[in-house]
């Protein structure tokens, strides 16, 4: 059995910075064969990309509306995909999840295959 398990959510000022972390484990699991995505959602809105990563870390695109401001990174030895969230804005208050597929890092959460619970990231004005 896959889990994906987010932390590093919280409460935070504008402009302030979080480091979320998504542990995967699973012994049918090989984590470093997965692309691996962060996705975000208010409440009544449509799941929305942040960040992807390839296997290997080569590849990472980003959401328009946090490049320059969101890092993803991976470590294929902890099995954790990381995101690093600097000059935080209040409309980036969401639940954030990561989610894992084999092929592909795409924009769209159709084709991902695992999904964690979600962390809460709040960002105060």
């Known amino acids: 059995q896959v889990q994906l398990v987010e932390s590093g959510g919280g409460l935070v000022q504008t402009g302030g910075s979080l480091r979320l972390s998504c542990a995967a484990s699973?012994?049918?699991?090989?984590?470093?064969?997965?692309?691996m995505g962060w996705f975000r959602q208010v409440p009544g809105k449509e799941r929305e990309f942040v960040a992807g990563?390839?296997?290997?870390?080569?590849?990472?695109i980003y959401a328009d509306s946090v490049k320059g401001r969101f890092t993803i990174s991976r470590d294929n030895v902890k099995k954790t995909v990381y995101l690093q969230m600097n000059s935080l804005k209040p409309e980036d208050t969401a639940i954030y999840s990561c989610?894992?597929?084999?092929?592909?890092?795409?924009?769209?959460?159709?084709?991902?295959?695992?999904w964690g619970q979600g962390t809460q990231v709040t960002v105060s004005s």
């Open positions: 989610a894992a597929r084999r092929v592909g890092v795409t924009t769209t959460p159709v084709g991902y295959e695992y």
């Open positions: 699973g012994s049918t699991f090989t984590f470093s064969t997965y692309v």
């Open positions: 990563i390839g296997w290997s870390g080569g590849t990472k």
